[in-house]
């Protein structure tokens, strides 16, 4: 609590999320380029990669909110210019234009907001049980009801646990247009068997082992919130003198 209420001490941990954030998003975009040279436009993903690259630097010199929500925000524009190119099957139905929410307004934003809550929903569970309290954020200001701290949390995972799920769904064909419905007010909605589908993917992706890039341990994928909450325990309570993100290689 007292960190998150000075803006000083709360920067040098929303830097390192959205460090986190953008380094994933550029590790995905090369890694696009690795697996799919020639079906891919190269050029273009390694211009968008290269810019990432420099709002990276931006972002590590950031003294204030506002100069981080901008690189931030430049980032994310960056990052999702490029995402539709990872969209390698079924494009006449799954394409990425721009992310938009509340509601969605096409079958791929549908599946990112959908995992995003997930997502979310994993991280405040691991923040609650390493003590910490999941609606008090650094990057996300407190907003009644909002759970901020997991959404500060999440920014570094979204890249690679979500996005890069979502395109595995679209790209091994697990899911299909015939499961989305468009409503009235252009809202699209999944139905619910594709909903099944896709939490029972998500479940098994968790058990998917990785090694952990900090702690060079092998977890389940379904493990690192808890180990990054873990981490972040450590820092505040000083056993770390730095919140080391999740930088995926």
């Known amino acids: 609590y007292a960190i998150a209420s000075c803006d000083e001490n709360s920067i040098l941990l ?5 460090l986190g954030k953008v380094y994933n998003a550029k590790w995905s975009i090369e890694r696009t380029i690795r697996d799919y040279p020639l079906r891919v436009d190269a050029q273009r993903l390694k211009e968008a990669s290269s810019r990432l690259t420099d709002l990276l630097n931006c972002i590590r010199q950031s003294v204030d909110f506002e100069q981080l929500r901008g690189f931030e925000g430049k980032a994310a524009g960056e990052y999702f210019r490029v995402f539709d190119d990872f969209i390698l099957q079924q494009k006449r139905d799954f394409y990425f ?27 405040a569970s691991a ?6 309290d999941s609606y008090v954020g650094f990057f996300h200001r407190d907003r009644p009801g909002r759970i901020s701290l997991a959404l500060d ?12 799920f979502v395109i595995s769904l679209i790209n091994k064909r697990m899911v299909s247009s015939s499961g989305f419905t468009q409503k009235e007010n ?12 896709v939490l029972n993917a998500w479940q098994e992706r968790k058990q998917e082992e990785i090694t952990h890039p900090f702690l060079s341990e092998k977890i389940q994928w379904g493990l ?20 080391p993100p999740f930088l995926w290689k």
């Open 14 to 18: 929303a830097r390192n999320f959205i």
């Open 97 to 123: 234009k721009e992310r938009n929410k509340r509601p969605p307004l096409d079958n791929v934003n549908a599946l990112l907001s959908f995992c995003y809550t997930l997502l979310a929903n994993d991280v």
């Open 127 to 132: 923040l609650e049980a390493v003590g910490l």
């Open 153 to 164: 949390l999440m920014e570094e995972l979204r890249p690679i646990y979500a996005d890069r």
């Open 186 to 197: 252009g809202a699209v909605v999944m139905d619910d068997a594709t909903r099944k589908t």
């Open 224 to 243: 690192v919130p808890h180990a990054q909450a873990m981490l972040l325990a450590r820092h505040i309570r000083g056993d770390l003198d730095e919140y």
